[in-house]
């Protein structure tokens, strides 16, 4: 493979195929919209499937300057702030899925993969570029940029669909482009670590269950910080208002916000397909799911070490294999994230019942449950 790879959009999904694909002796460009790499905002979760894949890039030191590894998820009760279940991360999570579970500000991750991008002479980042088109041919692909006003063509061994939500390379694989409105607006905040309430400790990813809304805290910038998002219906509710029949330690929380950012919640329904000719599609711009397991940034990651592995292999067809391998888990994602978003905003009768079975299962069953995610092994 003498030409390169182009890759649209330097995400997460991005940037970690870049760098897996200069890891198998291929080099690509990665042209990006953004006149810097500057995300700013929410945290991520780097659960064992996706650590276990950053780790093989080398990238483990650097992550785990910036990251925290909690030791547990806590899950409480929001209206009467009793705990329901603790389950055990750190150690227990390296020995039971072969890989470290960190929470990391998104930023930083975007920082130490730009990084290892700047510093790989396979790789070559392109910022300020808008993607207009992508092609295909029988025997490479193609991008239509526009820079500084001036349109041109790019030509490549294939193309790669990276560009999230709103992707344009997606009207190159012939998919539908709309996505769904789920009726859900995630707040987000960021807040030092010393403004919160004792009884939310940064040990945990703390995790807040109420009809209706649910709220995830977890430790970011070496636990300096914390991430906080609360996710519930659209409308003109604010934080403090959604949070108001809530217990002490989370209404104190929300009150400590400096300022909130509001993000509308947008995913897709499952498709059947991932790729069309030379042509793929990776992470967001794929299967964008709600965040209720955690998993956006994971499987964009998962996403590009299985597509870098197939075109390193020379398949005669490794689109094909990158489809057949990924388009199962990739179509479940979605369905399971709604799924848990429904069990999180429970309420009357029905949030009983969760809050009596989460109390009365062990965490061992509980674990079992995300073995499916967590466990993940390329190949």
Known sequence: MTRPVLIAGAGIGGLTLGLALAQRGLSSEI???????????????LAPNASRILDGLGLGPALDAVSCRPEGVAISDAPSGSRLKTL??????ERRWGAPYRV?????????LSAAVDANPSLRLTLGVRVLTAGDGLDGASLEIETGG??????????????????????????PEAVRATGLIAHRTVLTAEALPEAIPLTHVSVWLAPGAHMVVYPVRAGREANVVL??????????ERVARWAAPARKLVAAAPRWTEWPLFDRAPAARMRRGRVALIGDAAHAALPSLGQGAAFAIEDAAVLARVLGDGAPDPLAAYETARIM????????????????????????????ALAATPASALLRGLDWIYGWRDG
Do not use: C, W, Y
């Open 88 to 93: 055990p991360l750190g150690a227990a999570a």
């Open 150 to 175: 001036e349109r041109r063509t790019v030509d490549g061994s294939f193309v790669v669909g990276a560009d999230g939500l709103r992707s344009v390379v997606r009207q190159a694989v012939k998919l």
């Open 231 to 240: 996710i519930g219906a659209l409308g003109a509710t604010t934080p403090e």
């Open 104 to 112: 990391i500000h998104r930023a930083d991750l975007q920082a130490a």
């Open 31 to 45: 042209f990006e919209r953004a006149p810097a790499l500057d995300e700013v905002g929410a945290g991520v979760q």
């Open 329 to 356: 888990r990739a179509m479940r994602l979605p369905e399971a994230s709604r799924r848990q978003i429904a069990i999180d905003h429970m309420g009357g009768l029905a949030a009983r019942a969760r809050n009596l």
